[in-house]
């Protein structure tokens, strides 16, 4: 299914807290000289408007990046890409999570972006233009395993699906066992939402069972709009760099005092 548009619901809560982890992470593995490896198997287009009538449609940006950007301090990763971004293409720009990683990677990093919708993957292709990285139009998992172990071996790899295809929630399980088994050194991270009619718990009961030390961290906020199903948003970590429980612990106290 190739109906999904992420400019509806760009700079939301969710994006908030996945992006300003996923920035924490980049920027903690970029203290090391080492290179590394990112890859994104649902890439997005990257670069978001957000005055976009489809943007301003859901409001869901004024709910979210808009009011909380006080949030984060000046040297926060995630700020920095927020300003960067303003600055190079105006006060209403958001970056979706592949420039994030384009704007903190260094030019010996390696970066990998999957993105199947054809409209998404030209706008992808254009706003990456600037950037050193390989853009594939193929379906994400199959790039991901297709690419793992990568090289530089360290590094990240960003899983964020739509769900609009029901069975992701049944066969991310498997996804990810597998790319751990054949990538056991590397940052995976899923991305899902917390739904008011509980798709997600039986994913992230398989997910817990399989991989009991990974980070699980969660954000609830009221939803967007009357009606709306997300509730919430997670990320599940394998390998989480050392200190992120502390980073995602900070960021649930902004959460809560909403």
Do not use: C
């Not at 360290?154 to 295809?165: A, C, F, K, N, Q």
């Amino acid at each position: 299914m190739l109906s999904y548009q992420h400019i509806y619901h760009a700079g939301n809560l969710a994006d908030v807290h996945k992006h300003s982890l996923l920035a924490w992470m980049l920027d903690y593995l970029t203290k090391k000289d080492k290179p590394l490896t990112y890859l994104e198997t649902h890439g997005g287009r990257a670069l978001y408007d957000l005055t976009d009538a489809a943007a301003r449609k859901t409001g869901e940006a004024a709910q979210g990046i808009e009011k909380v950007h006080h949030w984060f301090a000046p040297s926060h990763p995630y700020a920095r890409v927020l300003d960067q971004t303003i600055a190079t293409d105006g006060p209403n720009a958001y970056p979706g999570s592949p420039l994030i990683a384009a704007s903190l990677l260094r030019p010996q990093d390696q970066i990998h972006l999957a993105e199947l919708h054809p409209q998404e993957h030209a706008a992808l292709e254009l706003a990456m233009s600037p950037h050193s990285a390989k853009i594939h139009l193929r379906d994400g998992f199959e790039m991901a395993h297709a690419l793992t172990p990568p090289t530089p071996r360290r590094g990240m790899m960003l899983i964020d699906p739509s769900y609009e295809v029901k069975d992701d929630y049944l066969t991310i399980p498997r996804h990810m066992a597998k790319l751990n088994r054949a990538w056991n050194v590397g940052i995976i991270a899923l991305w899902y939402p917390l739904l008011t009619n509980k798709a997600h718990i039986p994913m992230l009961s398989a997910l817990s069972d399989t991989f009991p030390e990974a980070l699980r961290h969660e954000v609830r906020f009221a939803p967007a709009r009357p009606g709306h199903g997300m509730v919430g948003s997670g990320l599940f970590v394998i390998n989480p760099p050392y200190g992120m429980s502390q980073e995602a612990a900070s960021l649930s106290k902004k959460f809560n005092a909403l």
